[in-house]
């Protein structure tokens, strides 16, 4: 079965500027994680959705939002990009996410954004 | 909160030696613990876990893990690596207590030398 696609591979955008990127879950699968990943500060959680409603969320400004579709497809959303905000973004997905991490996390390739 | 700590952040050793990555967390509560490898350019990729039972994991590739709860630990080993397991090896840990998501350690760059 397909895994977890991501949208764009690869993206450039200006200071200032928002963008939004793009998380298509395995088939079946309800929930979905983004995290951002950087050489400094690593792999850090940004949000999960299940059934369309954010279930957690990590320790980042509000500049950073999401949304999932009723498809489970997820989308999430930068907006006054800052140049720290060039990172590597992760999307997994899981059948029910959350604790109940024994049913595994499909993750797939990733964004790179590079703020200039 | 949860922390995750890998001491080594880069590992080289020589082809069909074996390897150890450390990892250890921070608390002795309930946790999941997992071991992710990342290929450049590429997401992450499930090795193995540990949720409850026998402390020694088996994963894929020949990987194995020991869980060592006094020690807090979950090192990663693998008897003669290869080429092609160089990459960038994750510890991660899921707490129970919060329903957080992972926290992950900040990685080990593994390189396999001829």
């Known amino acids: 079965k397909a895994g977890v696609t991501q949208t764009p591979r690869y993206l450039i955008k200006t200071r200032g500027q928002q963008v939004t990127l793009s998380c298509s879950p395995i088939?079946?699968?309800?929930?979905v994680s983004w995290y951002q990943q950087t050489p400094g500060q690593g792999l850090q959680f940004l949000f999960e959705?299940?059934?369309?409603?954010?279930?957690n969320k990590g320790n980042f400004p509000g500049r950073f939002s999401g949304r999932q579709f009723s498809n489970s497809r997820s989308e999430m959303n930068v907006s006054t990009l800052e140049l720290g905000d060039s990172a590597l973004y992760l999307c997994?997905?899981?059948?029910?996410?959350?604790?109940?991490?024994?049913?595994?996390?499909?993750f797939g390739s990733g964004t790179r954004l590079t703020v200039v | 909160a949860q922390s995750v700590t890998q001491l080594d952040s880069q590992v080289p050793v020589f082809e069909e030696a074996p390897v150890e990555l450390r990892c250890n967390y921070s608390?002795?509560?309930?946790?999941?613990l997992f071991w992710y490898v990342q290929y450049p350019n590429q997401g992450l990729q499930l090795l193995l876990k540990?949720?409850?039972?026998?402390?020694l994991v088996k994963g894929i590739n020949g990987f194995e893990a020991e869980f060592n709860k006094s020690q807090t630990s979950f090192h990663l080993r693998k008897p003669s690596v290869h080429i092609s397991d160089t990459a960038e090896y994750f510890c991660?840990?899921?707490?129970?207590?919060?329903?957080?998501?992972?926290?992950f350690g900040p990685g080990t760059r593994l390189s396999v030398l001829p």
């Open positions: 997994a997905s899981s059948l029910i996410g959350g604790a109940s991490a024994n049913y595994g996390y499909t």
């Open positions: 088939s079946g699968h309800r929930s």
């Open positions: 959705y299940f059934s369309e409603t954010q279930r």
């Open positions: 608390s002795s509560v309930s946790v999941y």
């Open positions: 540990y949720l409850s039972g026998s402390t």
């Open positions: 991660a840990v899921s707490d129970l207590n919060y329903g957080q998501n992972f926290v």
